[in-house]
């Protein structure tokens, strides 16, 4: 709702108002080193903090298995063992002094983030996530679909930095009551989603081992083969066999172990075709089948209706028997009825146009009426300039 | 914005000409449909008929004459180049005989006939040399010899046809195998597009005629209804006038050959009717190519085209005396033309020296005029030669600043 006036106030623009009067020419190394400086106090800070229970003041120092828990209702810091000594009998209020909530010890757990303002606007995500779960192909145009995204982030934000809170938990309370069911069933579809992704993962990881496997030992089979005729060949030669024939008999092996090669490689094409199956693409967009185009109507719905011929299927005169029957004009897509049409259409248009329709036609429209030559002449006598295009 | 215009619709009608393999009758039938869209944007909904189709050629809508229109347009061209001329005139031609207007017709004609023989010539097809011949005629409906003598003319309209007509010749070819300069052909180029309306587009009556023929024959052959042979076997001789050259050999029974040979005949004689008489009268002004060639069946075989109109017009057709009255007409005009009439050599010498002390003086030098307009229109060498030294300076001026010309207001404060 009030993002953009919250951004007014953001730590950025009071930096920038701290730092304001010197000369802005070079403030870019200046809000480097500020920038520097507040990391440098912060980490300090933190580290103090970070190692002093807030409640029992016990330390790091003294204690190494120290641990600290915060629950989510208030994100307050403290150690396990407070923990375990004011929530064991029963929820209680929260030790810090000013904080008023009421905190259970299930639900205390160890910080993920450093710093807690990113924890509790993960928390807060997450939730909103978990109600808020529509999908974008639900919607009917992306148009929609970032308006909903918008709104979505508005009361995340809203939630975040506690404005109009009341107001924001109401609607996001309507809107989970609203929409139970279709909140249930995309919960149940995106794990389904993310369950048949590991699946196929799984099978592809599997497949592409195999495939790994496969080569190996074609290798390794390939290789032994290799040494096998080398050394059959050099026992017989050992042995006094005729070189030639040794020579022949090699050349023999080398085409058999050439067939077995393209046999594999026959084998790998398999597995590949095989696995391109299910050939796994993330971020792709499951696409509905679209309707195929209607065919193009260059007239616009205009028709023609012939009223003196009817065209026929055959006409008999020779010059259109000859380039119905030649190769040479079909072979290019020539259709003599493209022929007939023109020529019949031809023989009859304008039979029963006539001069005098035409010359009431033209009195009717007068900005045609320079047709009948009333202005030619007068364009023609005076020479209009000639104005090369070039 | 004359030139764009010039280019959208050269593009529009040379599309036939540079895709004549491509499905030719849809590529037709689309420019229809786009100049109806045009006309009231919205998809027609009844069905085209073959009229409408030709009514959205620009034959229709730029080159269509009633007779007494044709006649008064002419009238008109010829006033204002005469006006024109005198307003032109020196001293010495000022009182001088201009050309009649029935000078002027013949001599145009003479040279549609011109453009025929040098067509036939270069064995170009016969649509090649029509279309040439009426982009004459209609650059002379809105021009005149007076201003532009056609024997300047001619051969630009040739070479334009010949382009748009997909026929390729290349300029200098052309110019060598007629003996003339190319810069003489090119130079009335824009001219002669500007008064045809940058419409190159001529529908003929050639393919009508093929197809025509092609239904005849079917007829005869009795494939579209057992009817029509037995009809056709019956008809009446071709009386004497007609300039059909097919004759019965036996005065008894018509069989299958010889109807064929009728219907070529008629064919080849029709065909020949459409090429000299249809192209030397004004014809194609003022009737639809459909009309022309059925007038050109008419001349050539009576009875024939009158039994193949009747299939095609049921007698209580509102239309069909209109149309039949139109074929007659059209007929009649070619008919009525013999080669005679066109005019002789030296007739076209003498008439050519008279045109010559009477023409307009400032379309004198076509080429001059048209290397000038290229150049930019300065008629001057030297002022050519003064802007070019202008130019060249200031390129040096900000050729010497590293970072361009400095700035007015800068300068002022230097200063």
Redesign the interface.
Known sequence: MSRASQLKTSPISKRDSRMGGGSTQDGELHKRLDRMAIGDANSITNLQRSEICPVCKSSRYLNSNLRFLVNPECYHKMCESCVDRIFSHGPARCPIPGCQKTLRKPRFREQTFEDIKVEREVDIRKKVAAVFNRREDEFETLRAYNDYLNDVEDITFNLINNIDLEETNKRFDAYQKAHEKEIIENAQRAQQETQSFAAMQKAERQLAKQRREAARREEEEEKREMEETRRDMLNRLASGQDADLVARQGQQVQLKKRMDRQAAAERQRQLQAASSGIMLIKGLKSKQKVEPEAPID????????????TL?D????E??QDPKTNVQFGA?G??VN???????????????????D??KATEKAPQ?AE???VK??????S???????? | MVIIQRRVIIAEQLWWAVSPHITVPNAELYRVHRIFRRADNSAMTAPLSEDDIYRTSSQYRLWFFSPENLAAQRAKTRELAIERARHNATQSTAACEYLTAEEELRLVQRYCEQIRTTSDHFKWPITLKATAVQYLKRFYTSNSCITYPPKEIYKTVLFLACKAEGTHMTLSEYARRISTEKESILAPEYKVMQALRFTLEVKHAYRGLKGVLMELLNMAAGTNGEGYKSKMMELALPPKDNRTPWRSASSGSLDQQLLNDRIQAAYAAARTCLDAPALLTDVYFLYTPSQILFAALHVADEPLVAFYLDTKLPATSELRPKILSAIHACAAIMAAFSNGTVMSKDERALLEEKLELCRDSTTRDLVKKHANAKVGNVDDEEERAKRRKMEREKHMKEGDDLFGATLSSSNGLKG
Request: hydrophobic content about 45%; some cysteine.
């Open positions: 260059p007239f616009g719905g205009v028709t023609f209706g012939m009223q003196y011929f026929q055959d006409y008999i005169w010059g259109v290019g020539y259709n493209e022929f007939t049409t023109r020529a019949l259409c031809d023989a009859f248009a304008g039979l029963g146009v006539f001069v005098d035409h010359d045609s047709v009948g030559g030619g002449p007068a364009v023609a006598a020479d209009v300039k000639m104005e090369d295009p070039l």
